[in-house]
């Protein structure tokens, strides 16, 4: 990555801190007018003076090398998959491939509201989209509206309400139970449905707790929002029985795909017992994240919940053409203003046809193999949390560097010295300082390797010079930043200048 | 690898699948090769019409606009677009000052004293700050105008169905009387239509029912109209597309949220903070995370966790790029098309503006009936229309029984474009008359 050492760019700006690269508004000088866009003074007699603005507007004036100067700054500044790798559990940071981001550019200019006529490519490409994901999840149907994995736990646990509600049971079902290993958007997701939380803990193979789970079962129940393979990277043991009680009490089963990059060509949720999956494109099927978005989060469904779908929805009738569709009675009805992130879908979309069928299996086959030879290399410097083979990611813990007062977040960001991005750290929470480690498919094995050995030294250090590894990083821009500060002062925007 | 791992095959790893449903077949194509994929793609690109080839008119949400070259030069580089969200602030100064300064200039645009780090869309936008409405006054009634973007109030009826709230839509006119009682009342300003709402009216009556305002906007009317913040607004949602984000048939977009300080805890999303490192170096981070999922679970403000951090960089990109005067000029510029066409359009026999009162930049227009008696206008026409290859809204079912067409001009509107609709609906309107004198 790029390490940038010096305080201020040669910009000849002051700021009010010592700052690697000034605010915007800090650069801003009056009278630099961009002239991208110029005219249309006559609209100000257009506008009526009471709803004419007021208020100063105190946006910065910039020429056009500044801003790119600035920006351009402010990007050397980021870790990204382009510059080293991420070995970030549950994140499935696998390398984006360059042709997605071009063919997506292929579609930009389509407005989401143009008559269906207009966009046969674009309705053709979202109707194999979903019959491609419902073939890799063993799944009957599929929706392409949620913008991101949390957005279809909304849209699925909606789904769910509506299910009940129709059979007649809407009013005693509120329960919806995840596992203590559960991400934190099941749960939140689950309260946004209005229904009630129940945690279910795991089993000392890492599993979710079988007694435990027919202990919280009853007619009351929801359902169960279950990861597998779950945040520990295991594949559940016993997934058909959990899923047998679930359905056994009138519960779903509600698949978080997460962690979907460990099942490609190897297992269909479909045929394992759950009645929905989502899909995170920008995971599984390399679509970049963004610096945090955007996603998308396609869900697949068995056929007793088709009917509950977000719409429109987009069919056609053989030979015919694709064309909307919104009389679904039962619909739960739209989850967001338009059709899905189709810039983002179109990018997933090449990914699949890209690599095919044969393909998408070698990815899931070698993302397994790249996560156990890690894990081969790390089990003697770390305790491994649950010692069995893993899917594509595994969780090691830093309690024992921890006795010598090197905690998990330390390890990380020594790992930031050591030119790689850090692990996710602290999840799952029923691991003491967790490190959840996922290589993914797309490093090759010399970069395992150089990870696994910085990982080594890191413990090494731990014990021979603790001190050290608490003061990481030293050669990022920035040292490690107080946070507390940050939330007990909020300074949320700039200080205009006055 | 395997030799390593002490297997002789993945498969040795895979004991605790069942064994009936290991490695199915999924059915399938066959890869292609990055020549096949591009030549591929293109075929189905060729398939659309896209809206520079012809005479178009469409927006309300999502706009036509124009879009300076460095705006995707800069977010599409690796080290923005292949980043993880920045829960590693050493380094990740990049993204999170990137969406510092998009949150200053969101609130430097709105009046408003905060913005989170970006929601999913518009929509979704509008419902997640109902929730923050309804958290907040412990009122489970949300009133919205009737005259909110109809995908917009859609999206909210099925957010509402998840917590049980009742909605009431009411007319734009009638919101500040619905106020009683209300954890919210919604406003669009300017409306679905173009027209300008007397916001400041309507976030008065219902501060008076102790209930909050939110104020659904655009981004570009705000460099002329007065903004929500001085308005009494609350919460300030809208449609970010339009800073420089391309239309994509319906996404990635960019959810703006904005409210009052004393709202923040409520807020849902990420949000960035100022603050400095151990050497005393300014830097940023995410803050308040309290409110978010990973740390508070099921009591968290929402869900969400993947925003649309790409396109609130890119929406500050184009912003710095614009500047003030250039985002007041593409304004400007629609309104003023706007206006021009409204002029020449509303003189065509049979057709009359009907957007009540002021508009920005589109507005409702009433077409003669296709066919004397039958049902409709405007989407007859629209459809007429297509058939000359020019893009127009109709209101259709969306809007009660009002069936008009809309038309959005933005800077990027033709004068070739205007005069090509003003001749095609001129000759739709001669041949009604034509029919009827023929009866």
């Known amino acids: 990555m790029t390490i940038r050492t010096q305080v201020i760019p040669d910009s000849g700006v002051t700021t009010a801190m010592p700052a690697l690269e000034p605010l915007l508004v800090e650069i801003h000088q009056g009278g630099r007018a961009g002239r991208h866009v110029r005219g249309g003074d006559e609209a100000d007699a257009q506008i009526p003076a009471a709803f004419a603005r007021k208020a100063p507007l105190g946006l910065p004036e910039l020429t056009e090398p500044q801003v790119v100067r600035h920006f351009t700054h402010l990007a050397q500044l980021n870790y990204a998959v382009d510059t080293g790798m991420y070995p970030l559990g549950s994140c499935t940071m696998k390398y984006n491939p360059k042709i997605n981001d071009r063919v997506a550019g292929l579609f930009g200019d389509l407005h989401p509201t143009q008559p269906e006529s207009t966009v046969q490519g674009a309705l053709a490409l979202l109707a194999e989209l979903e019959s491609m994901l419902a073939k890799v999840t063993g799944m009957d149907a599929v929706t392409l509206q949620p913008a991101a994995g949390a957005h279809a736990e909304f849209t699925a646990i909606l789904m769910f309400k509506a299910y009940h509600r129709k059979r007649g049971e809407g009013a005693k079902r509120h329960r919806v139970i995840v596992p203590d290993t559960a991400h934190g958007t099941n749960p939140a997701s689950a309260a946004m449905c209005g229904f009630e939380v129940t945690t279910v803990k795991s089993d000392a193979r890492g599993n979710i707790d079988l007694a435990s789970l027919k202990t919280a079962l009853g007619d009351d129940v929801v359902g169960l929002m279950l990861t597998n393979p779950n945040t520990l990277g295991l594949f559940e043991e016993r997934l058909r029985e959990v899923c047998d009680a679930v359905h056994d009490v009138g519960g779903l089963v509600y698949g978080d795909g997460a962690n979907m990059n460990a099942l490609l060509g190897i297992a269909r949720p479909g045929d394992l017992g759950f009645d929905c999956i989502h899909i995170n494109v920008h995971k599984t099927f390399s679509t970049p994240h963004g610096a945090g978005g955007p996603g998308a989060g396609p869900l697949c469904v068995k056929e007793p919940l088709r009917a509950f779908l977000p719409k429109p929805w987009i069919v056609h009738d053989e030979q015919g053409p694709y064309r909307y569709e919104t009389k679904q009675a039962d619909s739960i009805g739209r989850v967001r203003t338009f059709a899905g992130n189709f810039g983002v879908l179109v990018r997933a979309y090449t990914y699949m046809r890209t690599l095919g069928e044969e393909g998408l299996a070698e990815a899931s086959n070698d993302a397994i193999l790249a996560a156990n030879y890690l894990l081969a290399q790390l089990r003697d410097s770390y305790d491994v949390a649950f010692d069995r083979p893993c899917m594509h990611e595994f969780v090691v813990s830093a309690a024992r560097q921890k006795k010598l007062g090197v905690s998990a977040l330390d390890v990380g960001k020594a790992l930031i010295d050591e030119g790689f991005h850090p692990p996710t750290v602290y999840f799952p929470l029923v691991v003491p300082e967790a490190l959840m480690i996922e290589p993914t498919e797309t490093e090759p094995r010399e970069t395992l390797d150089a990870f696994a050995a910085a990982m080594v030294r890191i413990a090494e250090k731990a014990s021979t010079d603790p001190a050290s590894v608490k003061a990481a990083p030293k050669n990022a821009p920035l040292a490690r930043l107080d946070e507390v500060h940050a939330a007990r002062n909020p300074k949320l925007k700039w200080q205009r200048p006055t | ?439």
């Not at chain 2, 090769?33 to 005479?55: F, V």
């Not at chain 2, 602030?89 to 009046?111: D, R």
């Not at chain 2, 940023?284 to 609130?312: D, G, M, P, W, Y």
């Open chain 2, 1 to 439: 690898m395997l030799e390593r791992v002490g297997i002789r095959s993945v498969d040795e790893l895979l004991t605790a699948i069942p064994r009936d449903t290991l490695r199915p077949k999924l059915g399938l194509p066959v890869g292609m090769s990055e020549l096949e994929i591009q030549s591929h793609l293109e075929a189905l690109a060729a398939k659309n019409r896209t809206a520079g080839a012809g005479p178009f008119f469409l927006g309300g949400p999502v706009q036509r606009r124009y879009i300076p070259a460095a705006v995707a030069v800069l977010a599409l580089r690796g080290e923005f677009l292949t980043a993880y969200t920045p829960y590693q602030p050493e380094v990740s100064q990049g993204t999170l000052q990137s969406i510092f300064e998009y949150q200053s200039l969101v609130c430097e645009l709105l009046a408003m004293d905060v913005a989170n780090s970006s929601m999913y869309e518009g929509g979704s936008a509008v419902a997640e700050a109902a929730f923050m409405a309804v958290r907040s006054t412990g009122r489970k009634k949300v009133v919205m105008a009737s005259e909110v973007y109809f995908e917009f109030r859609r999206t909210v009826h099925t957010y509402a169905k998840g917590p049980d709230l009742e909605i009431v839509e009411v007319p734009t006119r009638d919101l500040a009387s619905a106020a009683e009682r209300a954890a919210c009342l919604i406003v669009q300003h300017p409306d679905a239509f173009g027209g300008l709402v007397d916001v400041r009216q309507i976030a008065d009556a219902a501060h008076a029912a102790g209930a909050l305002c939110i104020q659904v906007t655009e981004p570009h009317a705000n460099a002329l109209l007065e903004p929500p913040g001085a308005l009494g607004v609350d919460i300030v949602v809208g449609e970010g597309q339009p800073l420089g984000i391309p239309m994509s048939f319906g996404g990635p977009y960019l959810g703006i949220l904005a409210c009052r300080s004393a709202l923040v805890r409520q807020m849902p999303g990420r949000v960035v903070g100022e603050t400095h490192d151990a050497h005393g170096m300014r830097g940023f981070v995410n803050t308040l995370q309290t409110r978010e999922q990973h740390i508070r679970r099921e009591k968290a403000t929402s869900n969400i966790c993947t925003n649309e951090a790409i396109a609130a960089i890119s929406a500050a990109i184009y912003v710095a790029l614009m500047g003030p005067e250039g985002l007041k000029a593409a304004a400007r510029l629609g309104v003023v098309k706007a206006h021009a066409l409204a002029h020449r359009l509303g003189a065509l026999p049979g057709c009359t503006v009907s957007t009540e009162g002021d508009f920005f930049d589109r507005f409702a227009l009433r077409v003669p009936r296709l066919a004397a008696g039958g049902e409709g206008s405007g989407y007859a026409v629209r459809n007429a229309l297509l058939a000359d290859n020019i893009l127009v809204e109709a209101t259709a079912v969306h809007y009660g029984d009002r069936d008009d067409l809309i038309i959005q001009c933005t800077e990027m509107t033709s004068d070739a474009e205007m005069d090509a609709l003003v001749a095609a609906i001129e000759s739709i309107a001669a041949s009604v008359r034509e029919t009827v004198t023929a009866r």
